[in-house]
Every structure is written in C-alpha cells, then in structure tokens.
Nanobody
Framework: QVQLVESGGGLVQPGGSLRLSCAASGFTFSDYHMSWYRQAPGKGRDLVATIGSSGITVYEDSMRDRFIISRDNALNTVYLQMNSLKPEDTAVYYC?????????????WGQGTQVTVSS
C-alpha cells in the first residue's frame, strides 16, 4: 500500500538547521509531484515547497531563501533542508505526493513530523 513516512523533525534553536526526509513506497515515485506542507498550531495547512516530477521547484515566497527541497528518485525520497530556522517555523510538516492524469487524480499524505524552533 501507499506509504509516506516523514522523519528528521525535532527541537532546534533559532538560527539552526534541520533536514526532513520523506520515504515513499507503494507507487511510482518518479511520476509524482512531491511537496512539503506545514501546519502550525491553530492554523491551516500551508504549502512550503514543491518539486515536480521533472525536478522543477516552487517555493512559498517567505521560505525561498532558507529552505531547499530535493528528491532522490533512486531512493524514493524527498527532502526538505531548512536553514536559519525561526520560531514561526514551528509546525507539523507533512509530505504530499500528487499526480493528475486525464482520468484520475492521486493525492497521498504522510503522518507528519513535528518541528519546534525554540531556545
């Protein structure tokens, strides 16, 4: 079955870095657009970054200079390198896999990993 398993979250001080990973299985990873979303306490789920099946990347404007999304199709894994972290980056980070064909749409989510930025 389809699985997206995030890892790499934790507690980090302001200005620090974390690298999140999302290991995918159960579908043809290279065919899917992969994204990271985040949800802060009491707020909605917001897009952080997307990397297309072609490797093209798109970022939410406020994170463009600090976060880097990448993928390794051989390992079926997508990464989010987060630098210069701020307290407002505290959230649960979710991995998403999406593919749209002419007939069907596919949309999968991981369980999330907590990132807490605090001194």
């Amino acid at each position: 079955q389809v699985q997206l398993v995030e890892s790499g979250g934790g507690l980090v001080q302001p200005g620090g870095s974390l690298r999140l990973s999302c290991a995918a299985s159960g579908f043809t990873f290279s065919d899917y657009h992969m994204s990271w979303y985040r949800q802060a306490p009491g707020k909605g789920r917001d897009l952080v970054a997307t990397i297309g099946s072609s490797g093209i990347t798109v970022y939410e404007d406020s994170m463009r200079d600090r976060f880097i999304i990448s993928r390794d199709n051989a390992l079926n894994t997508v990464y989010l390198q987060m630098n210069s972290l701020k307290p407002e980056d505290t959230a649960v980070y979710y991995c998403n896999a999406r593919r749209q064909t002419i007939l069907y749409g596919y949309d999968y989510w991981g369980q999330g990993t907590q990132v807490t930025v605090s001194s």
